[in-house]
């Protein structure tokens, strides 16, 4: 099973930009799809993008439909997720897995990272 490290949270106001950053170890990280996921305090965790092995698939869920875009790096075993028109309600803890069996968010995602917060200030 993969390890993965994400970074690139912050402090960013309203309407602002990130680019997340997913760091994968292992051998086999281009036969997984990845995904980011967040979760916001007294909230579940939710799929927000999700990305096939080979890019031909992608997920999102609609309320970041439009303004995030998720793409992966398989060469450098990384996968990003770039978000824009960032809102308030956008802060939450991101993280980023890895799927043998999809990329939907019935898929069994593991490998969960530490995280990284994302602050969004109105």
């Known amino acids: 099973q993969a390890q993965v490290a994400e970074s690139g949270g912050g402090l960013v106001q309203a309407g602002g930009s990130l680019r997340l950053s997913c760091v994968a170890s292992g051998r086999t990280f281009s036969s997984y799809a990845m995904g980011w996921f967040r979760q916001a305090p007294g909230k579940d965790r939710e799929l927000l993008a999700s990305i096939s092995h080979g890019s031909v698939s992608i997920y999102y869920a609609d309320s970041v439909k439009g303004r995030f875009t998720i793409s992966r790096d398989n060469a450098k075993k990384t996968v990003y997720l770039q978000m824009n028109s960032l809102k308030h309600e956008d802060t939450a803890v991101y993280y980023c897995?890895?799927?043998?069996?999809?990329?939907?968010?019935?898929?069994?995602?593991?490998?969960w990272g530490q995280g990284t917060q994302v602050t969004v200030s109105s």
């Open positions: 897995s890895a799927s043998e069996d999809g990329i939907g968010p019935h898929a069994e995602w593991g490998a």
